[in-house]
């Protein structure tokens, strides 16, 4: 299936982690000489095919009563895809710690000579300038971290191991019950730095093992995107509440136009760039305006925000694949 855990640009080291993010596409070179390229651009052209394909597979001919099943039984195929491919189909996601140096400054701290992967921010791109912002970190000791969609802990597990801080505790939940099993039964779970638990983000009061006010950090990969899209408020309204003030959420998720969203066929959508795969589980694609909007709306100041569109190609087959994501951050507010 087009998921993101099947596509990950991790490896199994921080100290050998590829340097994503400074490839960019020769103009008249060989787009097969590496496997991705990073900050592509796309000619008009590219963006009208894109959006003609969307608008091909965007007829919805499912019926309510599919479309009230995908719904009320999401915990279920989500049961059913995590029975199936277990522990085994998934990759840690040693890339978060480059994308987000907030879960382990001190690997940020102590790696200080490889250049890592920034978003330029516009002020940044206005000077041509790339740059880490260790200082303003929403904690320096004893970090509370929140997961949400922690699936079988391809995020919880690189931080618990690359995050030295002894008072660091992450809570990770999953509305799979499934997922939340497989993920006790690694040998990496330490209920010492670690609770894992079952949680419906979509329903209106959280039961959580932490107090409101008490995260200083609230996680967000590729999650956000399977929840329907009228409850995406009530999610980032209760993220509000359990955060300190001055605690951040990091955001990455589906982009339109993505290689996934273009390879659904007639049938597949349930709304608005809302579909539903194969399997039952939905998915979301994400312009960089929803997610301003879905944040900044519910008390958050925007720091980062950009499309990661990245070229990925398979120099065997001597295929192309575009992929779009979107990533953020953004802090609650002191006030």
Known sequence: MDDEKSNDDGCETVDNRPQFGTRSLPRDGNIFQHNAWDNVTWNEEQEKLAQRKVDENSIVTVSPEQLLK?????????????????????????????????????????????PMRVALTNEAKSHGRRHIKILDLPCKDGCRILEIGCGVGDTVFPILAYNVDPKLFVYCCDFSTKAIDILQQNSAYNVDRCKAFVLDVTQ????????????????????????????????????????????????????????????????????????????????????????????????????????????????????????VWIQAKYRKTLA
């Open 204 to 323: 209106e009061t959280w039961t959580t093992p932490f107090e409101v006010e008490s995260l200083d950090i609230v996680v967000l990969i590729f999650v956000l995107s399977a929840i329907h899209p009228d409850k995406m408020q009530h999610v980032v309204r209760q993220i509000h509440r359990y955060l300190k003030p001055g605690g951040l959420v990091l955001f990455r998720d589906y982009g339109r136009y993505d290689l996934a969203q273009l390879r659904f066929k007639k049938g597949s959508c349930l709304g608005g760039n809302f579909y539903a795969r194969g399997d039952g589980t939905r998915v979301y694609f994400f312009l960089q305006e929803d997610v301003r909007t879905l944040f900044t709306d519910n008390g958050f100041i925007e720091e980062q925000n950009f499309a990661d569109r990245r070229l990925q190609v398979n120099r065997g087959k001597q295929l192309s694949m575009y992929r």
């Open 70 to 114: 995908y719904e009320t039984d999401a915990d279920k195929y989500w049961d059913k895809f995590y029975g199936i491919h277990n522990d085994g189909f998934f990759k840690n996601r040693h890339w978060l710690l480059t994308e987000f140096p907030e879960l382990a400054p001190d690997t940020v701290k102590q790696n200080t000579e490889r």
